[in-house]
């Protein structure tokens, strides 16, 4: 049993939750495991829904929702990489410079050859040690 309060819209709150579990554990233990759920809970599930709006996808059927779970997930990595506070905010910054989000995440493919630079591709190193 876990007795919860706080301030949610300015109003206290206080509300108590039960766990069931099969495992015999020690409290502190148990209070580690639920934190644990709860921090991937609040770092990525509730950015994705709330931002993405993934718990109510409005493309459906196929491969689609997996598809775009991943994209998510890649958006939310790319904007804690760039130390950006909220997506959205990344969204606004990034509006419209897809190639150049994308290129900036990607590392030369062969410095040895002297070829890649930002937006060098796989291909170009192909090329470069083909004609070497």
Request: charged share 20%; net charge positive; with cysteine.
């Amino acid at each position: 049993m876990v007795h919860r309060n706080g301030t949610r819209d300015r109003h206290p709150f206080t509300e108590t939750v039960y766990y069931l579990s099969s495992q015999n554990l020690t409290a502190d233990t148990y209070m580690t495991f639920i934190r644990g759920h709860w921090a991937i809970e609040n770092r990525l599930h509730w950015v994705k829904d709330v931002t993405f709006h993934e718990d109510y996808p409005s493309r459906s059927g196929g491969h689609a929702p997996v598809n775009w779970a991943i994209l998510f997930t890649w958006i939310v990595t790319l904007v804690r990489r760039a130390h950006i506070r909220t997506v959205p905010q990344a969204l606004r910054l990034w509006a419209n410079q897809v190639e150049a989000v994308f290129f900036s995440w990607m590392k030369p493919p062969c410095p040895e050859l002297g070829v890649g630079g930002p937006i060098g591709t796989a291909l170009e190193c192909l090329l470069a040690e083909r004609l070497r």
